[in-house]
C-alpha cells in the first residue's frame, strides 16, 4: 500500500470507526467481540483498500456481517460444554432501566443469529428488504418471513419485561 492509500485509510478508520463499532457490538452483543470483528474487517478492507475506495464503508459492513454469521454457523456446528451445576440466572428488577435493558439485550441474545441479523440489517441499518437478501444471500422473502418471526419472538419475551410495543420503537 503506497503511502497515498495508507493515509486514506487512516482517515477512514477514524472518521468510520465509531459507527462500525456500534455496529459490530449490535451482531455480537459483546465488547471485545465487537472491537475482534471491526478488526478483522479493517484489516481485511485494508488489503483490498485499492479496490474498494469508491466505497470502503459498505465494503467494510459487508465484511462484519458475513464474519459474524460465519461465526454463528460455526458455533452452531460445536457440541455444548457439559457443566457440573447449572448455572444460576439473574433476575431482572423491571422496575431499574439497567435490568430492563441486560433483560432486552438477553431477549435479543435469545433470537437465532440469523434472525438477528436481518433485525439489525432492517431495524438498525434501516436497509431495505431487497438489499438485506442481497447481504445475507438469501430471497426478500425469507427476509420477510424471518423478519416477522423474529419480531414475534421478542414481543413473546418483552411482556415479561414490562415494556409494550410502542417503548421497544422509542
Request: with cysteine; hydrophobic share 45%; aromatic share 4%.
Amino acid at each position: 500500500m503506497d503511502e497515498r492509500a495508507r493515509q486514506d485509510f487512516a482517515e477512514f478508520v477514524a472518521a468510520r470507526s465509531a459507527a462500525l463499532i456500534r455496529l459490530a457490538y449490535v451482531l455480537t452483543c459483546d465488547q471485545h467481540a465487537a472491537e475482534d470483528l471491526l478488526q478483522t474487517a479493517l484489516t481485511k478492507a485494508a488489503a483490498h483498500w485499492g479496490r474498494i475506495h469508491s466505497a470502503p464503508e459498505a465494503y467494510v459492513r459487508q465484511i462484519m456481517y458475513r464474519e459474524q454469521i460465519g461465526l454463528w454457523r460455526r458455533r452452531a456446528r460445536r457440541p455444548e460444554t457439559a457443566m457440573a451445576q447449572v448455572p444460576e440466572l439473574p433476575v431482572a428488577d423491571p422496575a431499574s432501566s439497567l435490568d430492563t435493558r441486560l433483560a432486552l439485550q438477553e431477549a435479543l441474545r435469545s433470537i437465532p443469529a440469523g434472525k438477528r441479523a436481518v433485525l439489525v440489517l432492517r431495524y438498525l441499518e434501516d436497509l431495505p428488504e431487497a438489499q438485506v437478501a442481497q447481504i445475507l444471500g438469501c430471497s426478500v422473502g425469507t427476509v420477510r418471513s424471518q423478519t416477522h418471526k423474529a419480531i414475534a419472538q421478542l414481543r413473546s419475551v418483552l411482556p415479561t419485561l414490562g415494556l409494550s410495543s410502542t417503548e421497544v420503537h422509542q
